[in-house]
């Protein structure tokens, strides 16, 4: 842990009651002045530091930035996803750093946030906007013991964890539209970009892509995103705290990620199945060129989704662009 984790962290444990320097200065191995200077260095990017002879450090407000070692300490101990965590100021893709650090040998589980991305993508090369301060714009290195034909279970328990941890953090529900967007009355606030490294039978690494609309104001969409999208803050009324949903997120899909590799993806199936808007409607699927129309039945156990045609047979679809039918 970086000195500045055990300081936060401690400072996070302490709450309102407060941590000594001398205490911190035990726990870093320094001075009490060393200490000083790490609070002073907080101070300078916005937390709210309150120190007082009785008290000792009080955390009293942080501030709507990404930094990696507040992060970590918001995360606590996490099983794989969020053990390394790294913030950019700006980057052209978090997708980008990330298939870097795996080709590297980076150790699944490492986490890259990026204020602003200056090429974010989504899918088939697709724009994804990611103005600076606003959002989540982050991605994922994970190394799972899958065949390819199964990563999409990989966006499976992604859309589930990241529809939890908005509504545990601000109580609104959103809804999941297959294969990887999050919604709200149809409008899209998240979406998730899985790309694979992979042999004909397994996955060598998977760089896993997300990015959350979270205080965008209507103003700070371009014109055409306005009404195919939205954000938490439009959705809520309020701004919402982006390093806390970060950390919330990462906890869900440290969680999710463990119930998969134990085997039960399942039960985050039938999760998937309760809050997907999908199922159940007419859709039209664009695969490559070739639209499938039908009734959405179900999602089979390697995360694809079965499809009943017009002419009563079942198809099996693993990707596309889906277009609900009235
Ligand atoms: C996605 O693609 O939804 C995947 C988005 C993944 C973004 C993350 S951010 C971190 C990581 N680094 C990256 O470079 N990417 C990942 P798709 O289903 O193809 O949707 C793309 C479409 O969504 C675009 O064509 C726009 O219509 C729309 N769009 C673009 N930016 C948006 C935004 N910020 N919010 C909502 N919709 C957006």
């Not at 103003?219 to 803050?233: G, K």
């Not at 809520?236 to 919330?248: F, K, M």
Request: with cysteine; hydrophobic share 40%; net charge neutral.
């Amino acid at each position: 842990m970086s000195s500045d984790t055990i300081i936060l962290t401690a400072m996070r444990a302490s709450g309102t009651s407060g941590v000594s320097g001398a205490e911190l200065a035990r726990q870093l191995g320094v001075s009490r002045a060393a200490v000083w200077a790490r609070i002073e260095e907080l101070r300078k990017v916005g937390y709210d530091i309150a120190a007082s002879p009785h008290h000792g450090y009080v955390l009293r407000a942080t501030p709507d930035l990404l930094h990696a070692d507040d992060l970590l300490s918001r995360l606590g101990r996490t099983k794989v996803i969020g053990r390394d965590v790294r913030v950019f100021g700006e980057t052209s893709s978090t997708n980008d750093v990330v298939e870097k650090l795996a080709r590297d040998g980076a150790s699944e589980g490492i986490t890259v946030f990026a204020e602003t991305q200056t090429k974010g993508r989504g899918r088939l090369g697709r724009k994804w906007i990611s103005p600076p301060g606003k959002g989540l714009w982050f991605s994922v290195l994970l190394r799972p013991d899958l065949r390819p034909q199964s990563a999409t279970q990989l966006t499976v328990i992604s859309a589930v964890a990241v529809a939890r941890a908005i509504e545990k953090q601000t109580g609104l529900k959103p809804g999941i539209k297959w294969p990887n967007d999050i919604v709200f009355a149809g409008r899209k606030c998240a979406g998730i970009l899985l790309e694979l490294s992979a042999e004909l039978d397994h996955i060598r690494h998977v760089v896993l892509g997300i990015g959350i609309d979270v205080n965008l104001s209507a103003e700070e969409m371009p014109p055409d995103l306005r009404a195919i999208a939205t954000s938490l803050r439009m959705e809520a009324g309020h701004p919402i705290d982006r390093p806390e949903l970060a950390a919330a997120v990462i906890r869900e899909l440290d969680a999710a990620y463990a119930r998969l590799r134990a085997g039960d993806f399942h039960e985050i199936g039938d999760e998937w199945m309760r809050r997907c808007i999908t199922l159940g409607r007419r859709v039209r699927i664009l695969i490559g060129d070739r639209p499938v129309t039908g009734l959405a039945e179900a999602l089979d156990e390697e995360g694809a989704l079965l499809v009943r045609t017009e002419h009563g047979r079942l198809e099996r679809v693993v990707g596309g662009d889906v277009t609900l039918e009235k």
